[in-house]
């Protein structure tokens, strides 16, 4: 894990974004990101159109999150101008990429380096608690996104046990599955901060946000 996440504050992406209108609020109330879900079978899972219509929002900071081994994901991938977040293996995207890996698993040996790593519970995306003390990821020089388990109540000790460079929500700030609270998510994000000042997490991270991660 990188040292600057002892000392740097904590970046929030709030994934599973529904509408251009949703991704709005979100980011007016301070995420640093948001994710659109094309993977199928999601309950949050959205059309490639849609998917467009929210990334205009805000282009840099809008995360494309699929499977590497659909059809279609690798021209999806391509055209896309903000980051890109992979479950699965690759499978030959020619850019850069944020690998998420459930925990207690590694990539493949021929898989290429990230430039960010995602670790998720073990069932990736069941939005189920796991020990974030073991959250050992197989490229400790890169940028750490935690997920799996967060809630505005939990995310303090997640942040403490892992100290991640950035902290990924979506079923933690909702009340009804697929569909954002913006109580939530606002609780969820004075948590973060919450912390980080209690901890003295202040300096800017480095690299400083997701937009770095195109």
Same mark, same amino acid.
């Given at each position: 894990?990188?040292?600057?996440?002892?000392? +740097?504050?904590?970046? *929030?992406?709030? !994934?599973?974004?529904?509408?251009?209108?949703?991704?709005?609020?979100?980011?007016?109330?301070?995420?640093?990101? *948001? =994710? *659109?879900?094309? %993977?199928?079978?999601? /309950?949050?899972?959205?059309? /490639?159109?849609?998917?467009?219509?929210?990334?205009?929002?805000? /282009?840099?900071?809008?995360?494309? *999150?699929g499977r590497g081994d659909e059809p279609d994901w690798v021209d999806l991938a391509r055209s896309w101008s903000g980051p890109v977040q992979i479950h699965g293996p690759s499978l030959g995207l020619r850019r850069s990429?944020?690998?998420?890996?459930?925990?207690?698993?590694?990539?493949?040996?021929?898989?290429?380096? /990230?430039?960010?790593?995602?670790?998720?519970?073990?069932?990736? @995306?069941? =939005?189920?608690?796991?020990?974030?003390?073991?959250? %050992?990821?197989?490229?400790?020089?890169?940028?750490?996104?935690? &997920?799996? =388990?967060?809630?505005?109540? +939990?995310?303090?000790? &997640?942040?403490?046990?892992a100290r991640p460079w950035a902290v990924d929500v979506s079923s933690g700030v909702e009340r009804e599955r697929g569909r954002k609270d913006l109580e939530l998510v606002r609780a969820f994000l004075d948590a973060v901060?919450? !912390?980080?000042?209690?901890? @003295?997490?202040?300096?800017?991270? +480095?690299?400083?946000?997701?937009? %770095?991660?195109?």
């Amino acid at each position: 894990m990188q040292s600057v996440a002892n000392r +740097s504050r904590t970046l *929030v992406k709030i !994934c599973g974004i529904g509408s251009a209108d949703e991704a709005r609020r979100i980011f007016d109330l301070g995420a640093d990101a *948001v =994710g *659109v879900v094309v %993977a199928s079978g999601s /309950p949050r899972q959205v059309s /490639p159109d849609t998917a467009f219509r929210i990334a205009a929002v805000m /282009p840099a900071r809008t995360l494309l *999150v699929g499977r590497g081994d659909e059809p279609d994901w690798v021209d999806l991938a391509r055209s896309w101008s903000g980051p890109v977040q992979i479950h699965g293996p690759s499978l030959g995207l020619r850019r850069s990429f944020i690998r998420a890996l459930a925990a207690g698993t590694r990539p493949g040996p021929s898989e290429p380096t /990230p430039i960010a790593i995602l670790l998720d519970a073990p069932t990736a @995306g069941s =939005g189920a608690t796991w020990d974030w003390a073991k959250a %050992a990821s197989p490229w400790p020089e890169l940028p750490l996104i935690l &997920a799996g =388990g967060l809630t505005p109540d +939990s995310v303090p000790q &997640a942040m403490r046990a892992a100290r991640p460079w950035a902290v990924d929500v979506s079923s933690g700030v909702e009340r009804e599955r697929g569909r954002k609270d913006l109580e939530l998510v606002r609780a969820f994000l004075d948590a973060v901060h919450g !912390c980080d000042t209690a901890d @003295g997490r202040d300096a800017e991270p +480095s690299p400083s946000g997701f937009e %770095a991660l195109r």
